[in-house]
């Protein structure tokens, strides 16, 4: 069965940390896996990946693939308010995606 | 730049009482799909419709059906709805088949089932 599991669950940092989110998979057919930002309303996307050892950057986030080890991470660096939210991950199965519960980051001023 | 609309927002039913969520796309994208996001339990899949004049079942289909209208449409309804399907759905779209492409999200639906 295709599955996605994510860690921690959830997480409380102060302004200014380093945060790094887990996520784990199995799932056949591979194609790819992303990583979204939900905060109330719908996730917004931030990552695609598709390829082993290839680092992804968009300002103070980035994110990284396994394809061995069958995992991803996403960093978050220099942590702001803003960034508290519910982060997603998803890989692809046959014609769509197979969701984590998410980890949900508060980050503290 | 609409992007994919739904509507309504939120609704409120009684049990037994039957609704349909409406989905709606503008970027010429062939497959839609059907999520619901309960607490704990992350986004599950419905129901999806690869392409034009296609549907498939997703992990959650029962007591849900839907119809792929045309390229741009593709709704969700429930014929008697249960507490159970209380939840925030999300419909969502990709240019191509998942996995080449990632998802544009709807701003969701919050449905309560009293």
């Known amino acids: 069965e295709d599955k996605v599991v994510q860690s921690p669950l959830s997480l409380v940092v102060h302004e200014g940390d380093t945060v790094t989110l887990n996520c784990s998979y199995e799932?056949?057919?591979?194609?790819?896996l992303l990583w979204y930002k939900q905060e109330k309303k719908a996730p917004t996307f931030l990552f695609m990946l598709?390829?082993?050892?290839i680092e992804k950057k968009s300002g103070r986030l980035s994110s990284i693939l396994d394809k061995k080890e069958l995992f991803s991470i996403l960093n978050i660096t220099a942590t702001q308010t803003g960034d508290s939210a519910v982060y997603l991950c998803?890989?692809?199965?046959?014609?769509?995606?197979?969701f984590g519960t998410g980890t949900r980051l508060k980050v503290l001023a | 730049n609409a992007g994919v609309t739904q509507t309504p927002k939120f609704q409120v039913l009684k049990t037994g009482q039957s609704m349909t969520l409406q989905c709606a796309q503008d970027?010429?994208?062939?497959?839609m799909y059907w999520y619901r996001q309960d607490p704990g339990m992350g986004l599950r899949l419905i129901y999806y419709?690869?392409?034009?004049?296609?549907?498939d079942k997703g992990e959650v289909p029962n007591g849900y059906n839907v119809s792929r209208l045309n390229k741009r449409e593709f709704s969700l309804r429930l014929e008697s709805a249960a507490p159970s399907q209380t939840s925030v759905y999300f419909c969502a779209s990709s240019e191509a088949r998942a996995g080449y492409y990632g998802y544009t999200f709807g701003s969701g639906t919050r449905l309560t089932v009293v």
């Open positions: 799932v056949t057919n591979f194609r790819s």
């Open positions: 598709t390829s082993s050892g």
């Open positions: 998803a890989t692809s199965g046959t014609y769509k995606y197979i």
């Open positions: 419709s690869a392409s034009e004049g296609t549907t």
């Open positions: 970027m010429n994208h062939n497959s």
